[in-house]
């Protein structure tokens, strides 16, 4: 069974780090692409971050770059998204997602073959 399994959200002040975890299971996790992204309440999607599973190749969304580190463990199969310098504004849920391939600039408008149940991000004081 192919799943993907969010963890490392929580709460956290203005300023604060997080680091968010994507284990994967059920499919060759080297073959494929694993993205971010986040939700905010009566927000569209956004895509937070991208990295290819045979190069480890990146992309982010310009809002997190220089705040936000994607990297993966293929022996472990999973993705991890360490997130510095946390502002309220990126109050989400955030989702990892995985696609056969690599990542491009346009990570954020492929068809992802399968979805995390999500994990809620909050930043506030």
């Known amino acids: 069974q192919v799943q993907l399994v969010e963890s490392g959200g929580g709460l956290v002040q203005p300023g604060g780090s997080l680091r968010l975890s994507c284990a994967a299971s059920?499919?060759?996790?080297?073959?494929?692409?694993i993205a971010w992204f986040r939700q905010a309440p009566g927000k569209e999607r956004e895509g937070v971050s991208c990295?290819?599973?045979?190069?480890?190749?990146?992309y982010y969304a310009d809002s997190v770059k220089g705040r936000f580190t994607i990297s993966r463990d293929n022996a472990k199969s999973t993705v991890y998204l360490q997130m510095n310098s946390l502002k309220p504004e990126e109050t989400a849920v955030y989702y990892c997602?995985?696609?056969?391939?690599?990542?491009?600039?346009?990570?954020?408008?492929?068809?992802?073959?399968?979805w995390g149940q999500g994990t809620q991000v909050t930043v506030s004081s």
């Open positions: 059920g499919f060759t996790f080297a073959y494929y692409a």
């Open positions: 997602a995985t696609v056969k391939g690599a990542c491009s600039g346009s990570y954020y408008l492929y068809k992802y073959d399968v």
């Open positions: 990295i290819t599973g045979s190069d480890g190749s990146t």
